[in-house]
């Protein structure tokens, strides 16, 4: 599939999906949900490393734990609802496509790409602590076989995804 996002004649984002992208999508929308909702208490371990990746600290600094609890409270109800309805409307958006047996098509107003972005951000964040990937991560390592690589697929797959939908809205080159 060439271009995945175009922009039609009135400036909405249309998505045309493989279907199995399409199937990714829907997937993540619903896993993706049941892990936001289980970090949702404003006060968890710190030692959650999904939790840290979705949620970063506000205050870096160690002796701020107090200031960074505050903040917390104040902020993280508001940031677990945002996140979660940026997944309801990825997976809003993929009920009313349109399916042929090739490709699955949704147009997409300005703020459903966002929320598509964001979702597929908060996916991305979460496999990546899953897969443990970091900078020096080369994922073309992890063999056929090995157990993570359907993850490190769908990892890929939402790069690949996240960053053509980027690169759309941008008005660049998704071939570049």
Known sequence: M??????????????????????????????VR?????????????????????????????????????????????LVEAKLTQLETLAATLQRATETPKAIVVTLESNEVDAWIGAMNDARLVLGVQLDVGPDTDLADIAVNDPRRPAVDLYEVLSFLQGSLVVTILGGDPEQ
């Not at 996002?5 to 399409?22: H, K, N, Q, S, Y």
């Open 34 to 78: 049941q892990v936001i909702e289980a970090g949702a208490s404003p006060v968890a371990p710190a030692d959650d490393p999904i939790r840290t990746r979705l949620y970063p600290r506000a205050y870096s600094d160690p002796t701020e734990d107090m200031a960074e609890h505050d903040w917390q409270i104040a902020v993280h109800s508001d």
């Open 2 to 31: 060439s271009e995945v996002f175009t922009i039609d004649g009135e400036g909405r984002v249309v998505a045309t999906l493989d279907p199995l992208f399409a199937t990714a999508l829907r997937v993540i929308a619903r896993d």
